[in-house]
């Protein structure tokens, strides 16, 4: 079969990069591997995320469905009073700020309702698993070779291939298009989840305080915890710490979990008196990475495919969401003849969506690394800016990098600016630290090879 | 009042928590021994700024260089003298 798109991963990034190039006049195929719905992490949008549901027309959805409305986020420190919060806002046609809703949601109903969309919209939907992909003479990705629900295998060729398979990383896996895939900066981190019945919420009637808001408690660095509302009964709480503190601990992840809920936060515990659990509790060990080259020709990988770096402030669904937005004019141009011949027709997006991710990662690393100027910037001297950070506008037609970034990215390189260079592929000129450096150990072992689905990077049930 | 009076008594009298505000003085350790949490250190250094006129620049917000009343004079002299 041929399609001029094919899409491997029916989640968020592959059921929106379907719908947003439906609007572009093309109809993909969509493969996916598993029976929807299915369990998944990561519930929480931003402002610029909710955005990206509106702007596929999906707000009266989302509303009709109860999803819980996020209108900001708290963060609270280890006193009572350094705490903060950053309201959920979106940016009007003349860049005023307002205050707006975003979402939390159930990932098993929210990741459904977004395929089932993309199906009825005309996309179609194929039942299988990926396994490589097919590639011309000149090394251009052509398709890919599929084994179907049957058990047959089927040569599904395309003129774009797009890896949405989340941090299964099905295309970087394979070896055969993108770059290495490298350990991110905080693939020393492990994160433990669950869902908690009956937890204390808040509720005066403000949207500081508005029930459904997002909670960030941290104790001390990189051990902290979120606290996202599902319903009106049911929070997702994760409690996220570094391997060796978790490994030191000799506990099961459950006894871990349910001793970290009482032991974390004081103001965590007293908003779970009686722990009552109304999901496993799950475990992702090791969870950051990049991979490079993650365009090229013949194929595009979007959100988690090609990079994942920390959970805290909920950036996931946004990016993939968004990068799919963007993917898809460019896909339609690439359709139409443009760039047919370039040694990287997508560089231009590749170079966007890199610069994008670039700045969260200057973001969360600032978070640990400078509390206090990190405090300061948001409750006082680049308040507004912040405020666009935590809303996912992060792309540079967003007015990006902004002087708080800049600020960020002075502090981060001590002896001068932090910057990272985007001239040659390989070779990112990081000051500090050394998240970018090809030496640095790639997550390139033969056991990451055999995960195939992102459940089972996800680990056990 | 001097800058290093001035900033003792605007610690003593609007920052300190659960501390004996009389047992604060130039070499006290502000921050390491948790006198002054994160929030108050913010309003320390809004008033620094207000009452200098100097901006502590971005790359200058950094707790070691609020550790002690000494320190924070020594800062406010280093960033004059700029």
């Not at chain 2, 009389?22 to 502000?30: F, G, M, R």
């Amino acid at each position: 079969m041929k399609s001029e798109v094919v899409i491997v991963g029916g989640g968020p990034a592959g059921a929106s990069s379907a719908m947003f190039l439906l609007e572009q006049g093309v109809k993909p195929v969509i493969l996916e591997a598993e029976d929807f719905p299915r369990y998944h992490i990561g519930e929480s949008m931003t402002g610029a995320g909710g955005k990206a549901v509106r702007d596929l027309g999906l707000e009266a959805e989302m509303y009709k469905r109860g999803y819980p409305t996020k209108q900001g986020v708290n963060v609270y420190g280890n006193s009572e009073r350094s705490s903060w919060w950053v309201p959920v806002t979106g940016r009007d046609e003349n860049w005023n700020l307002f205050a707006w809703d975003t979402w939390q949601v159930r990932r098993s109903d929210f990741d459904k309702m977004l395929l089932d969309e993309a199906v009825k919209r005309g996309a179609t939907l194929l039942k299988g698993k990926a396994q490589k992909p097919i590639l011309a003479d000149d090394g251009t990705v052509v398709g890919l070779e599929a084994k179907m629900a049957d058990g047959g295998v089927q040569r599904m060729m395309s003129d774009v291939l797009l890896d949405c398979s989340g941090q299964a990383t099905w295309l970087a896996n394979t070896k055969m298009a993108t770059g290495p895939k490298y350990l991110g900066a905080y693939d020393k981190q492990i994160a433990i989840f669950s869902q908690v019945r009956g937890a204390i919420r808040d509720h005066d009637g403000t949207r500081q305080k508005h029930k459904d808001n997002t909670i960030i408690f941290y104790k001390k660095k990189y051990h902290w915890a979120w606290f996202i509302p599902l319903d009106e009964d049911v929070v997702s709480v994760g409690i996220v710490i570094p391997s060796s503190y978790f490994l030191d601990r000799k506990e099961t992840p459950h006894d871990f979990y349910v001793r970290e809920l009482h032991e974390l936060h004081p103001l965590l515990a007293a908003r779970i008196p009686e722990i009552e659990l109304a999901e496993a509790v799950h475990v992702i060990p090791n969870y950051s990475f990049q991979v490079k080259n993650f365009c090229g020709r013949g194929f595009m990988c979007i959100g988690d495919s090609h990079r994942f770096i920390d959970p805290i402030f909920s950036f996931g669904l946004t990016v993939a969401m968004r990068e799919a937005q963007f993917a898809a004019p460019v896909i339609r141009s690439y359709l139409n003849g443009e760039n047919r011949d370039a040694a990287n027709p997508f560089a231009a997006h590749q170079l966007r969506c890199e610069k994008g991710i670039d700045i969260l990662e200057d973001v969360l690393d600032s978070f640990w690394e400078h509390p206090l100027a990190f405090a300061l910037f948001v409750h006082s001297r680049y308040t507004e800016f912040m405020t666009d950070m935590f809303a996912g506008r992060i792309y540079e037609h967003e007015r990006q990098p902004s002087p708080a970034l800049f600020a960020f990215r002075k502090l981060l390189g001590r002896e001068g600016m932090r910057e990272a260079s985007y001239e040659n592929d390989d070779l990112y000129s990081v000051p500090i630290g050394s998240r970018y450096h090809p030496e640095r150990a790639p997550l390139w072992e033969e056991d990451a090879a055999d995960v195939e689905t992102t459940e089972a990077w996800l680990g056990p049930r | 009042m001097s800058m290093r009076q001035e900033l003792l008594h605007f610690i003593r009298s609007e920052l300190v928590g659960g501390t004996d505000p009389n047992s604060i003085n130039e070499q006290t350790q502000l921050i390491d021994s948790g006198v002054i949490d994160s929030m108050a250190l913010m309003r320390l250094i809004t008033f620094v700024e207000e009452r200098t006129g100097v901006r502590i620049p971005d790359d200058e917000v950094l707790p070691d260089n609020f550790q002690t009343v000494e320190e924070i004079e020594a800062l406010i002299a280093r960033l004059k003298s700029r």
